[in-house]
Nanobody
Framework: QVQLVESGGGLVQAGGSLRLSCAAS????????MGWFRQAPGKEREFVAA????????LYADSGKGRFTISRDNAKYTVYLQMDSLKPEDTAVYSC?????????????????WGQGTQVAVSS
């Protein structure tokens, strides 16, 4: 099993920044990809970004390209999502997820483990 705990959410004004963190524990050696997803009220969970655990490869949804940056610290088993130039439409619960099959993916079904999520609210 892999446990994931997110932190760093909060309330920010439009144009501001937040950095989310996701700490992994347990069978971390089985992780190939870490991803971030978000779910706004009344909407489906959507992909935000993903990063390979042991390679310099990333994947971004169009909504975050140029504004969001995903990174990792292998020594701390932690993945980050730096979010800049935030917009009110970025308001959502952000969750991290871990996949164990060897590829990057934007598909929810690929990810086996999920965190509880952290709330991000962007005011206009």
């Amino acid at each position: 099993q892999v446990q994931l705990v997110e932190s760093g959410g909060g309330l920010v004004q439009a144009g501001g920044s937040l950095r989310l963190s996701c700490a992994a524990s347990g069978r971390t050696f089985s992780i190939y990809t870490m991803g971030w997803f978000r779910q706004a009220p009344g909407k489906e969970r959507e992909f935000v970004a993903a990063i390979a655990w042991s390679a310099d490869t990333t994947l971004y949804a169009d909504s975050g390209k140029g504004r969001f940056t995903i990174s990792r610290d292998n020594a701390k088993y932690t993945v980050y999502l730096q979010m800049d130039s935030l917009k009110p439409e970025d308001t959502a619960v952000y969750s991290c997820a871990a996949g164990t099959v060897g590829r990057l993916s934007s598909l929810r079904d690929y990810y086996r483990y999920w965190g509880q999520g952290t709330q991000v609210a962007v005011s206009s």
